[in-house]
T-cell receptor, first 109, second 111 residues
Framework: GQNIDQPTEMTATEGAIVQINCTYQ??????LFWYQQHAGEAPTFLSY????GLEEKGRFSSFLSRSKGYSYLLLKELQMKDSASYLC??????????FGAGTQVVVTP | DTAVSQTPKYLVTQMGNDKSIKCEQN?????MYWYKQDSKKFLKIMFS???????INETVPNRFSPKSPDKAHLNLHINSLELGDSAVYFC??????????FGSGTRLTVV
């Protein structure tokens, strides 16, 4: 994903909040997904934003600004099990996902 | 009842061999995909099929040939394996235009 930029790694303590930013450039943008991937496992769906604004789903929220080519994933009340890679994936007009390299979140006690 | 299942989970083989990875989904999704995740963790789409029709074919060597006998199955055959083919291959499926559900991955090691 050379047109997708997200931090490589973030560290936070249990109970804290972490915000993972993602900027992207995609032709024919048609929405943005966030996936979680634990080491050695498959990516699992977290959220999907099509319109501008914030989507809240329990401890996880995702925000999108289409005009700025920007999204963030907010993880609240961090738990040890949230240690994983978080993948930002905008889609093009064909519905094809482009994955970023992922942000490795490390949660410490 | 695994939604997207792929086999084998691990595959170790010698250079030059031909191998296949199978994928099946029981979600009733129209679209299936093959992704490759390399050692740097980039997840890149290789192929996408919609109702057995090829709709996405990224720049992938023609040694890789997908086959979709029906919309619940998408298999990947790889000829003349090379060292650089070593990666984790994920099968996925989705309802049209929505997010993918991924299989557990096939870790291919070419020696």
């Amino acid at each position: 994903g050379q047109n997708i930029d997200q931090p490589t790694e973030m560290t936070a303590t249990e109970g804290a909040i972490v915000q993972i930013n993602c900027t992207y450039q995609t032709s024919g943008f048609n929405g943005l997904f966030w996936y979680q991937q634990h080491a050695g496992e498959a990516p699992t769906f977290l959220s999907y934003n099509v319109l501008d604004g914030l989507e809240e789903k329990g401890r996880f929220s995702s925000f999108l600004s289409r005009s700025k080519g920007y999204s963030y994933l907010l993880l609240k009340e961090l738990q040890m099990k949230d240690s994983a890679s978080y993948l930002c994936a905008p889609t093009d007009s064909w519905g094809k996902l482009q994955f970023g390299a992922g942000t490795q979140v490390v949660v410490t006690p | 009842d695994t939604a997207v299942s792929q086999t084998p989970k691990y595959l170790v083989t010698q250079m030059g061999n031909d191998k296949s990875i199978k994928c099946e989904q029981n979600l009733g999704h129209d679209t299936m995909y093959w992704y490759k995740q390399d050692s740097k963790k980039f997840l890149k789409i290789m192929f996408s099929y919609n109702n057995k029709e090829l709709i996405i074919n990224e720049t992938v060597p023609n040694r890789f040939s997908p086959k979709s006998p029906d919309k619940a199955h998408l298999n990947l055959h790889i000829n003349s394996l090379e060292l650089g083919d070593s990666a984790v291959y994920f099968c996925a499926s989705s309802p049209s235009g929505q997010g993918e559900s991924f299989g557990s991955g096939t870790r291919l090691t070419v020696v």
